[in-house]
């Protein structure tokens, strides 16, 4: 049975959240420090972390640049009450996979949950994409263009992602925040446009075609 952590300190929101996973067919773990949330996911033992920004010791965001720092890929959604776009880039550019601000619905949680998770277990992360002179190697999160490596964050790489498998196509901004964000409506944010203008820089205006009322292009 997947094993899902819940690193959050509010009992009334735990366990809200823990006994709606259960509900739902999951095993669920909860602790209610920063410290204890990264050792726990250190040890391999689960599929996927709620972690709230919040905790005391050590703040979520410190938790998820440890974990990933250690090399660990597994899937972390962060709940905060933070609402700002700072704070939501800060907490992708640390690379969480998803961000839910509180107050929430537990079927929107739940929907974030089972498309991260199957994210996580497939098997196009072992693949290298290319399209002309920039390529992605999925296994090892690597960007290079021309030959030469970028340094991409996590979410920079998951919208060069998006780009690369969709050559040519024009991706809407609400298809992007669906695709990379996991957001199904517009949090009245520019995060789309601020992250295509990251990638210009870094691979070249030249890659990334504007389409006036319609999206983004990747040529």
Not at 24 to 49: H, I, K, P, R
Not at 96 to 113: G, S
Not at 200 to 217: N, P
Request: no cysteine.
């Amino acid at each position: 049975m997947t094993r899902i952590l819940i690193a959050e300190d509010e009992p009334r929101i735990s366990s809200f959240v823990s006994k709606g996973l259960e509900a739902a067919g999951y095993m669920t773990a909860v602790v209610e420090d920063g410290n204890e949330a990264l050792q726990t996911a250190l040890s391999g033992e689960f599929a996927l972390m709620l972690l709230d920004v919040g905790l005391p010791s050590m703040d979520g965001f410190d938790v998820l640049a440890h974990l990933r720092g250690s090399g660990s890929t597994m899937p972390v959604i962060l709940l905060t009450a933070r609402t700002s776009t700072r704070d939501m880039v800060e907490g992708l550019d640390s690379g969480a996979n998803d961000y839910i601000p509180k107050p929430f619905k537990f079927d929107e949680l739940l929907a974030r949950v089972r498309v991260r998770l199957r994210e996580g277990g497939t098997s196009a992360n072992s693949m290298v994409i290319s399209h002309r002179e920039v390529s992605l190697d999925m296994l090892a999160r690597r960007a290079t263009v021309g030959g030469r490596e970028v340094d991409l964050s996590a979410r920079e790489f998951a919208l060069a992602e998006q780009f690369l498998r969709n050559p040519g196509l024009v991706l809407s901004r609400e298809q992007l925040l669906s695709r990379v964000w996991g957001l199904d409506f517009d949090p009245g944010s520019n995060v789309v446009d601020v992250y295509v203008r990251y990638l210009r820089t870094k691979f070249g205006t030249e890659h990334i075609e504007t389409v006036r009322g319609a999206g983004y292009r990747w040529l």
